[in-house]
């Protein structure tokens, strides 16, 4: 099953339009070379971070197996052994703390649309360890007030180079969101969970049995729970979550 899933990845990987996008991306970085977007020193490789920053980030090590929850020691934590998230696991690279805030908020809230380039690599990291990969990725939609607001969707950003790195599909006109929540970030989980109640709706059928659901962070879970409930209700098998970091 390795093998299949690595495959198709590597044979999408080694296209003409692959090769003119690196030879892009080559010339690019030469007119504008990689720059630190925490400290403004000379980026490592091609990413835009330095070598020091980059060693400080903060990596998520042992956590909960199932929803990524930092914890001593590697298993499941009691939430979840009471209570079985409905998506089947999560996959963090980072914990939300120190810089890595910043990155996210800057492309989140403040058009910092080169930091999606650099969350995607450090995802793409994390992610090149995994054996098996989903057919589809899906980024958490947003409102189409809040998009017009904001004029993009920061999952969305993230999310296109990490497709065409693993050569899957990404889904952007399968589900949307059909209610303009409160934001969540200002909600107890119990108040979350009731807010997203009814907040996505899909509106074709997604034809896969393995799917990935892509944040930027994970909280509670209570968005991406809500998703994995829709989408195992229309027939996905397996809902994995991929976010770039987790609260701690």
């Not at 009471?82 to 990155?103: A, K, M, N, T």
Request: glycine letters at 8%; proline letters at 8%.
């Amino acid at each position: 099953m390795a093998s299949r899933h690595h495959d198709r990845p590597h044979k999408a990987l080694n296209g003409p339009l692959y090769a003119a996008g690196r030879w892009l991306h080559r010339q690019t970085g030469l007119l504008f070379p990689p720059c630190c977007s925490l400290c403004g020193a000379a980026g490592v490789g091609d990413w835009d971070i330095c070598a020091e920053c980059l060693a400080d980030l903060p990596r998520l090590g042992a956590c909960c197996q199932r929803c990524a929850l930092p914890l001593a020691v590697p298993g499941l934590c009691g939430a979840c052994m009471q209570r079985s998230p409905l998506f089947d696991r999560c996959i963090c690279p980072l914990l939300y703390q120190g810089p890595v805030p910043g990155l996210i908020t800057g492309l989140k809230f403040h058009n910092r649309l080169a930091h999606a380039r650099l969350l995607a690599e450090l995802m793409w990291q994390r992610l090149e360890q995994e054996v098996e990969w989903p057919e589809l990725i899906l980024p958490v939609p947003l409102h189409p007030l809040r998009l017009r607001q904001r004029g993009y969707n920061q999952a969305l950003e993230i999310a296109r180079p990490l497709a065409r790195r693993l050569g899957r599909p990404l889904s952007i006109r399968h589900c949307r969101r059909q209610r303009a929540t409160s934001a969540q970030s200002e909600l107890p989980k119990r108040q979350r969970q009731k807010n997203l109640r009814g907040a996505f709706v899909l509106d074709r059928p997604l034809g896969v049995g393995h799917l990935a659901l892509l944040d930027d962070v994970v909280t509670t879970g209570s968005t991406v729970n809500e998703l994995a409930r829709l989408l195992k209700g229309a027939g996905v098998q397996r809902v994995d979550v991929w976010a770039l970091a987790r609260t701690p």
